[in-house]
């Protein structure tokens, strides 16, 4: 590859998505992110969390939904303890709802991330 090319690929805006995509996922292993998700920080936490959800219920669930986009349009490992943390938080029907919106969202935002990162409008 000549160097004119790999000036043009770099100075591409498309190419920018995909290297933020990576960094954030960098960023989160590297900050120890997923040390929160786990069922040890789960019961360690319990009390605050049913307490916040308790009191600020819609904003605790826009942030749990934001979360799961978040983690899956990333491509983030840990969907399935942040599903068992909706179910614990938000009851079996609406945790299953919520993580299904978050999901089905954070794979929409993935597809047209990588659609338009190669070109296709």
Not at 26 to 46: C, D, H, I, K, P
Not at 70 to 97: C, D, K, R, Y
Request: glycine share 10%; charged share 10%.
């Amino acid at each position: 590859m000549d160097a004119n090319k790999l000036r043009r690929l770099l100075s591409d805006r498309r190419i920018h998505l995909i290297f933020c995509i990576a960094a954030a996922a960098v960023a989160a292993q590297a900050l120890g992110l997923y040390g929160f998700l786990s069922m040890e920080a789960l019961a360690r936490n319990r009390d605050i969390l049913l307490n916040f959800v308790g009191e600020y219920r819609f904003s605790s669930i826009l942030i749990f939904v934001a979360a799961y986009v978040a983690m899956v349009s990333l491509s983030l490992p840990g969907s399935q303890m942040l599903t068992i943390t909706g179910g614990f938080l938000f009851g079996t029907i609406l945790g299953a709802a919520l993580a299904v919106a978050g999901a089905t969202s954070g794979a929409a935002v993935l597809f047209l991330v990588i659609r338009r990162s190669i070109g296709v409008p």
